[in-house]
Nanobody, 125 residues
């Protein structure tokens, strides 16, 4: 069973930047649509950003538009979330997800069937 491995989480100050990466554990696996979700303490999981299979279409939650970017490298089977101008409200566990059936960027968690274990991001004020 292929796994998604997130990395890059940590503690930053408000206004700083952070780069999260997600990699598929098997090079033979082809992730279709990919996305980032997050879950803050005591809150439900929410979408952050998503990217289509070829990278042409992207989705961003309103709360991160203009601050976060998403990209992918299909040769390396990786995805990156670049977080700029971080805010304390960005503090959460960030999860990488991919779909085995959907190629379009989607902000719905139901579109994704393989999930990573998450990486913690803490933004201090």
């Amino acid at each position: 069973q292929v796994q998604l491995l997130e990395s890059g989480g940590g503690v930053v100050q408000a206004g700083d930047s952070l780069r999260l990466s997600c990699a598929a554990s098997e090079r033979s696996f082809t992730p279709l649509a990919m996305a980032w979700f997050r879950q803050a303490p005591g809150k439900e999981i929410e979408s952050v950003a998503a990217i289509s299979f070829m990278g042409a279409n992207k989705y961003f939650a309103d709360s991160v538009k203009g601050r976060f970017t998403i990209s992918r490298d299909n040769d390396k089977k990786t995805m990156v979330l670049q977080m700029n101008s971080a805010k304390p409200e960005d503090t959460a566990i960030y999860y990488c997800a991919t779909s085995q059936t959907t190629i379009n960027a989607s902000g719905s968690s139901r579109s994704y069937d393989i999930w990573g274990k998450g990486t913690l991001v803490t933004v201090s004020s």
